[in-house]
């Protein structure tokens, strides 16, 4: 069962994933895209005999493979220093996404909405491009630490 709570987190995330998964202006197309998707993990959830709605799963994915910190470079005389950053959640929710849509458009499945299902799925058991790319930045921001105090 979804909470209130977790039906505006819903709301929101569903916005800003159809605004950045969005092509030349076609929303409508990016919904029916993002509604196919839901249907395919519907399907593949019934058939893991799995509790979870595709809601609560969109959901604990987007929030859980979002980077925390993220490296920004710095001028300090003519040296480059790498800095990292903590993120605000709606710059974390945007970066997650990307990377959902980047590892989906990888895939080589028929429709858009079933490789974007399978990501989806893929992420929720702990493997696929997101997390990859968290773990490749939390790498960077723990390498250059002790550069936080410029």
Not at 129 to 134: D, E, S, V, Y
Request: proline content about 2%; cysteine-free; hydrophobic content about 40%.
């Amino acid at each position: 069962m979804v909470s209130n709570n977790e039906e505006l987190m819903y709301d929101y995330f569903k916005k800003v994933f159809i605004k950045i998964m969005m092509k030349g202006g076609n929303k409508s197309t990016a919904e029916a895209i993002f509604e196919e998707s839901f249907l395919h993990l519907r399907k593949k959830l019934l058939s893991e005999n799995s509790a979870k709605s595709p809601k609560e799963l969109f959901i604990e994915v987007l929030s859980k493979s979002g980077p925390l910190a993220v490296v920004t470079t710095k001028r300090r005389g003519r040296r480059s220093i790498q800095i990292p950053m903590a993120l605000n959640n709606k710059r974390r929710v945007a970066i997650t996404a990307k990377w959902i849509l980047e590892g989906a458009r990888a895939r080589n499945d028929k429709t858009m909405g079933l490789r974007l299902a399978k990501e989806l799925f893929f992420l929720d058991m702990g493997q696929g491009k997101a997390l990859k790319n968290q773990t490749l930045m939390h790498k960077q921001a723990f390498a250059n630490r002790f550069n936080t105090n410029f």
